[in-house]
T-cell receptor
Framework: EDQVTQSPEALRLQEGESSSLNCSYTVSGLRGLFWYRQDPGKGPEFLFTLYSAGEEKEKERLKATLTKKESFLHITAPKPEDSATYLCAVPPNQAGTALIFGKGTTLSVSS | KAGVTQTPRYLIKTRGQQVTLSCSPISGHRSVSWYQQTPGQGLQFLFEYFSETQRNKGNFPGRFSGRQFSNSRSEMNVSTLELGDSALYLC????????????FGPGTRLTVL
């Protein structure tokens, strides 16, 4: 069964304290891995798409990396405004735009 | 470029009623997907529409249905509402169907009393 698992469920950091979020998946023949950020009561905001092992993408304090079985979202020197739930998703083994989402990691950054 | 818009943003209904939610995709996007988000289950895929045809369906009962119009706008309908249907309903649009990035709207918060 296709699955996406994110860890940890929740993460509390001090401002400036770098860390990483993990997303592991069991889908074979990966057709892309997507990272989103979601603020409370809002729709997910697209961050990155990764397609192949070894690929990396960066945006401000965030860097996403991909291996054959997992992806990491590295957060460098986070600020309070980085507080949100971070979701990763993969398409299942069938055509179409359906995405399987992980349950997310809720990040809280305090000053 | 305007993003994905969803109306209404909030809805309160009672059990047994039906509801229709609307989604306008990003201009030029032809694919629209719907998701249900609840605290317990997270984001779950409902269905996907492309060129006015339902192309894919998640594991939801037949009370959940949808359609897409020629201008790519989409509606989702839930009949005979149950308490468990209370959720944030999200619409996402993408250019095509294969590995294209999906962009989400703000969602419609449905509360069933």
């Amino acid at each position: 069964e296709d699955q996406v698992t994110q860890s940890p469920e929740a993460l509390r950091l001090q401002e400036g304290e770098s860390s990483s979020l993990n997303c592991s998946y069991t889908v074979s023949g990966l057709r892309g891995l997507f990272w989103y950020r979601q603020d409370p009561g809002k729709g997910p905001e697209f961050l990155f798409t990764l397609y192949s092992a070894g690929e990396e993408k960066e945006k401000e304090r965030l860097k996403a990396t991909l291996t054959k079985k997992e992806s990491f979202l590295h957060i460098t020197a986070p600020k309070p405004e980085d507080s949100a739930t971070y979701l990763c998703a993969v398409p299942p083994n069938q055509a179409g735009t359906a995405l399987i989402f992980g349950k997310g990691t809720t990040l809280s950054v305090s000053s | 470029k305007a993003g994905v818009t969803q109306t209404p943003r909030y809805l309160i209904k009672t059990r047994g009623q039906q509801v229709t939610l609307s989604c306008s995709p990003i201009s030029g996007h032809r694919s629209v997907s719907w998701y249900q988000q609840t605290p317990g289950q997270g984001l779950q895929f409902l269905f996907e529409y492309f060129s006015e045809t339902q192309r894919n369906k998640g594991n939801f009962p037949g009370r959940f249905s949808g359609r897409q119009f020629s201008n790519s706008r989409s509606e989702m309908n839930v009949s005979t509402l149950e308490l468990g249907d209370s959720a944030l309903y999200l619409c996402a649009s993408s250019l095509g169907r294969l590995t294209d990035t999906q962009y989400f709207g703000p969602g419609t918060r449905l509360t069933v009393l």
